[in-house]
């Protein structure tokens, strides 16, 4: 019997990853751990305790004391955040993963996700359709952290036999918890917006265009990854995910037609050269090929949902 741990259950992906895994592997095998209170849902559904992953011993002795056999590492500073606190952004995005690969290595917690993201590519990269390997200079905090973590998972992979698994997660968008400090979290504040006041002041410009993924697809595709056969699994560094691509123009667009009084201005902030910098739109036949990447959601089906829940969780 597998037994989880979760480090950043309170986050936008871990509130809602424990949930799915509690479910698969029943409630009692799944540790939610941060260093900052879950939501309900998830204290009340299982075990949760407050974890400190830049704190090693501690982070080793619950993985032996809870006989933990794999790990999701979610914590992380993004990519807006970390910019505003270089140094120690990269401290904690880099100490959070060697940790966790070091505990894995020293523990039977052998099996352990960890997230990419689109940030590992930069200014030089192709913009459309980016491959799997291709030229990377990311020229953020947030984007060097997450190669050189790439580099890492595949060394302990390599060296050690640390059964490491990972996908560049493209812009992610949900409703039970919102992202915070992000590049992307634009594409979560504009429902909720749309519904407070029927108005958002967007960050980046009409045409921009990234990558993005509904948080239903997401989960469902980190587990698949972490359900297939490891001989199946040419990648060990971080596959691509492509999800859906639109401006953010597009996306005002299908809130419109369904909230005709929904207006928006463009405003531009630092995040602006942050979004020029990464993919348009990703090619992630890798994953298809390997173990299965699908996805179900695409605009209309995401906006749709994304309004109906966030009327609901607004009470509107
Ligand atoms: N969505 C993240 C961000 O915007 C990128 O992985 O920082």
Redesign the pocket.
Known sequence: MERILVIGSAGQIGSELVLALRNKFGNVNVFATDIKQPTKEIQDGGPFQILDVLDYKNLLHFLVRNKITQVYNLAAV???NAEKIPLQAWDINMKALMNTLEAAQQSDAKKLFWPS???VFGPTTPRYKTEQLTVMEPNTV?GISKLAGERWGEYYFNRYGVDIRSVR?P??ISYKTE?GG????YAVEIFFDAIKSGHYDCFVTEDTALPMMFMDDAIENTIRLMDADGKDLSIRSSYNMAGISFTAGELAQAIKQRVPNFTISYKPDFRQAIANSWPASIDDKIAREDWGLKTEFDLEKMTDLMLDKVREKLSV
Request: no cysteine.
């Open positions: 993004l990519s807006g993201s689109i940030a947030y997660y812009g992610l992202p992000g590049t992307t979290d």
